[in-house]
């Protein structure tokens, strides 16, 4: 099996899946095509990767006639998000010929579903995916919405499965867990936030209103906030105004590999975006890293890794009351906290990584190749994505 990916840019996100597919098919059988630069603000932030150390990584530019004939010859091509149109046409001229074209994506209407009513929209929308409902066209859903967005204007139908980013994924022992956390000898849960300061999007805010809340209780806690941005005077000022900075420790931003590390130290790990994060990475890392998560429900990674109440708590939306009713139960009960982070990294280690994505991707690839059934698996990837509207999960926690 020949297998082109195709997306904006690599980055350490997706390094773990092509390497784990090539250890299927073999490395001569894959190439990634890269068709633009990564952003700026991504290099700063640590996403930079060495892309000619890499020799399963193509630049589009530097062999367009190369690029355009894999589209068409290769057996499997998974097209990843490119504004390269170019690519793109190529791609959908593949799929009208009838062969196997696999689309990942995440959300289309993540700022609200009520944008497929517009006509223009939908014209565009028909073009590159509705008309396809009949072809071996798939997709593959980065996130818990996707599938509902896709179902709104019928495209997809029976063929659209969960997927999502996969992280490195490092392994330890029960032993190499407990001395990361201190579990023995440390009492004071450390709470942990990492991301963009985005006004409207990632809400570091909350954190910072856990803090007032959880000092104003008198309970033993400290919340490590690591990141920068448009927020960031703001958030400062509102700690020193209401008196947390003996609580609160401010890092600025932290290489990944730092970023890692506290959260191989926390012992909860707070996720606060909103529907605007289509996915969610650090989701995946703080799983594995044995983290406690209160994670809002309306990001895309958020269903599909965390099961309410067994791995980690799910809030309401973006409602502050129902995320410091769940991060207060996990401070108050320190054995919450381990029993959740080890069911987590359990989900990780288990099932959502690199190594199983691959294997039943590449399950999948030869099932429609060889005009097979492919049985699905009941959850995880790769399994048929439910069409479901943002999660909703109760909030009345007796204890």
Not at 30 to 40: A, G, L, N, Y
Not at 167 to 187: A, C, F, G, L, S
Not at 256 to 273: D, G, K
Request: glycine share 6%; aromatic share 12%.
């Amino acid at each position: 099996m020949r297998f082109l990916f195709i997306s904006n840019y690599i980055n350490h996100h997706q390094i773990p899946l092509c390497e784990a597919i090539m250890r299927i098919i073999g490395d001569e059988n894959f190439i990634f095509v890269q068709t633009q630069p990564m952003e700026e603000e991504r290099v700063r932030m640590g996403w930079g990767v060495d892309v000619y150390k890499l020799p399963y990584v193509k630049i589009y530019d530097n062999d367009k006639i190369g690029t355009l004939n894999a589209i068409n010859d290769f057996d499997i091509v998974l097209l990843g998000w490119t504004e390269n149109e170019e690519v793109r046409n190529a791609c959908l001229q593949r799929a009208d010929s009838g062969k196997p074209l696999l689309r990942m994506s995440e959300r289309i209407y993540r700022e609200g579903q009520w944008k497929a009513i517009s006509p223009k929209g939908l014209i565009a929308k028909y073009k590159e995916h509705i008309r396809f409902r009949n072809k071996k066209v798939y997709m593959l859903c980065n996130g818990a919405y996707v599938a509902s967005d896709f179902a709104l204007i019928g495209a997809y139908p029976h063929k659209m499965f969960r997927w999502g980013y996969f992280p490195e994924v490092r392994e330890y022992t029960p032993e190499q867990m407990r001395r990361m956390k201190r579990m023995e000898d440390n009492k004071t849960p450390r709470i942990l936030w990492a991301g963009r300061f985005m006004d409207g999007v990632k809400h570091p805010e909350f954190a910072l209103e856990l803090a007032a809340y959880l000092k104003e209780k008198n309970y033993s806690f400290h919340i490590d906030i690591v990141g920068n941005g448009e927020m960031d005077d703001d958030l400062k000022t509102y700690a020193e105004d209401n008196k947390l900075m003996d609580v609160v420790t401010f890092h600025g931003f932290l290489p990944p590999n730092r970023v890692r590390q506290m959260m191989e130290e926390a012992h909860i790990y707070l996720f606060t975006s909103n529907n605007l994060e289509g996915w969610g990475a650090v989701v995946n890392e703080a799983m594995n890293s044995g983290c406690a998560l209160v994670a809002g429900s309306m990001a895309g990674a958020v269903p599909y890794l965390i099961k309410d109440g067994e791995n980690g708590y799910i809030y309401n939306g973006e409602k502050l009351d129902s995320f410091l009713k769940k991060a207060e139960a996990l401070v108050k009960h320190p054995s919450r906290q381990q029993k959740f982070g080890n069911n987590a990294y359990d989900t990780i280690i288990k099932q959502w990584n690199s190594e199983v994505a691959a294997r039943r991707l590449i399950d999948f690839c030869n099932a429609i190749i060889k005009d097979k059934d492919y049985i699905a698996p009941a959850d995880g990837p790769m399994s048929l994505a439910p069409v479901i509207k943002p999660y909703v999960v109760p909030d009345d926690l007796t204890n």
